[in-house]
Structures are given as C-alpha cells and as structure tokens.
C-alpha cells in the first residue's frame, strides 16, 4: 500500500512526459496517469513515457471520459467496435506502463433525469471490458462521478451482479458532489476498491490538498481498513488548488504519516 500523486493534479500545467519527472522529484512513489488525449493512447508514447518513470510505479490509467468511454456501452455496433479498439490500445499502454488498474466513468449523464437502472444490461457491457482487461493483465475499476454512471450510490452492487470482477474507484470529492456520505460509497463497494483519489475541501467546498482542509482523513483510513482495503491512494486535486509543488510534498508526509498509523505500513 502506497500514496502518491495522480498526473491530473498537475492537468493543465504539464504534459504527462513532464508531469511524471516531476512526480519522482517529489517522492510521489506511485502515479496514476491520467492520459488526456487520442495521441496519448498510442503504445509509442506509453513507451516514451517509460522512459521517464525511474522509481515510479503507475497503479492506474484513466482517460478523458468523453472520448470513447460512452460509446463502450453503445447500441451501435460501430460506435461500440471503433470504442473497442481504443480501449484495446489504451489497454496495451496500461500493460507497457505496468498499470495493474484502470479507472474507468462510463456513459455520462448529458440530459436532465438521465437514470442508468439497468444493471442487467450494463452488467453484459461491463462483463465483456473486465475479460478484454484481463487479457492484459488490468482489472477495470468504475468510479463514482457525480455526473456519470456512478453517481448514486447501488450502482455498483447492481452491475456488480452481473460483472463479478469489476471493482472501484473511491472518488471522495466525487461522493459529495454528488449529495452522497462517501461512507455510503464505501459500503456499496465493500471490499472491491482497488483505488482512492483523495482531496481536500475547505468550508464552501473548494478543492484542496489533503490536510490543508476540513476533511477528517483518519476516519476515511479507519474505514477503508475495515473493509480489508489494501489497494493505493492517489492525491487528485485541481491545478488552482495549490500555487507550489513544494504543497503536494507536505499532503504527502501527511498522509504517509496517518496511513501508518492506522494500517501500520
């Protein structure tokens, strides 16, 4: 189990090939990369990325949502085949990358009252991307987005029915932006969590760095290790919430230091 630093906290400010050199200077120890365009999910540059990592371990890779990740649970067959091969690709970063997981939204929410029930039907979709996923030695995390697939709580044990290996990613920011307690999110995933993003949040709810806020940190680790958590952490912040990298080194420590103390490692 490790902490570290996800590459869209530094979204908007570097590219990945600079992001991740960054990261090592920082001691961030374990990434997930956040690959934010089509010329990023071409196995030339998860080699070039290779390159760049040193001591970095990469946990996950995550997408920009809108590119293809819809279209995976697609009626039509051409939109789901041309989603299928980007995903293969992106898939065959993630292995080049040593990526064990990827964080996956899904179909968005784009119209009012949009409600993704049918947990049978997704639960096919998902069971097809958790086999192509293992083909390549990753397991498919969803995670809960305010404005995607898992954005109520239950989602995940629905289709979890129907894609015994699916497992998540716990957004903590995520969780109240979408009017939930992130412990309700923790009981609907149980013991599948692969992942955390973690975040801070001031008094009206800006995003900042862990422990420079309101967030209660220890009791989220005391209640990840209840559900036999064993998985990464990964700060995910927004580039306005910090003026200095010198900031993500103290959340950090911080961090490192209160997981010790509750997982005892």
């Given amino acids: 189990m490790e902490i570290g630093v996800s590459t869209a906290t530094l979204f908007g400010r570097e590219y990945n090939e600079t992001a991740l050199t960054i990261l090592n200077k920082i001691d961030s120890r374990v990434t997930e990369i956040f690959l934010e365009s089509f010329c990023e999910y071409k196995t030339e540059y998860a080699k070039k990325l290779l390159e760049t990592l040193e001591s970095l371990k990469v946990h996950s890779v995550h997408t920009l949502n809108t590119h293809f990740e819809p279209q995976l649970f697609s009626i039509n067959k051409r939109a789901y085949d041309d989603a ?155 580039k306005e919430s910090f003026s200095d990298y010198d900031e993500i080194v103290e959340s950090l420590e911080y961090l490192r230091n209160l997981k010790c103390e509750v997982f005892g490692k």
């Fill in 84 to 238: 299928l091969l980007i995903f293969e690709e992106v898939l065959k970063c993630a292995q080049i990358l040593g990526a064990k997981n990827y964080t996956m939204h899904g179909r968005i929410r784009i119209k009012k009252g949009t409600e993704f029930n049918n947990f049978s039907e997704y639960g096919k979709y998902f069971s097809c991307l958790t086999d192509l996923c293992k083909k390549y030695g990753v397991e498919l995390c969803i995670e809960n987005v305010e404005w995607a697939f898992y954005g109520k709580v239950g989602f995940f044990k629905g289709v979890k029915e129907y894609a015994p290996d699916l497992k998540a990613c716990l957004d903590i920011k995520q969780a109240r932006l979408s009017g939930y307690d992130y412990r309700e999110f923790i009981c609907d995933m149980g013991n599948s969590i692969n992942t955390v993003h973690l975040s801070d949040h001031d008094e009206k709810g800006r995003i900042l760095l862990p422990g420079k806020g309101k967030f209660d940190f220890r009791e989220l680790f005391n209640r990840l290790n209840d559900v036999g958590f064993n998985g990464n952490m990964l700060i995910e912040v927004y």
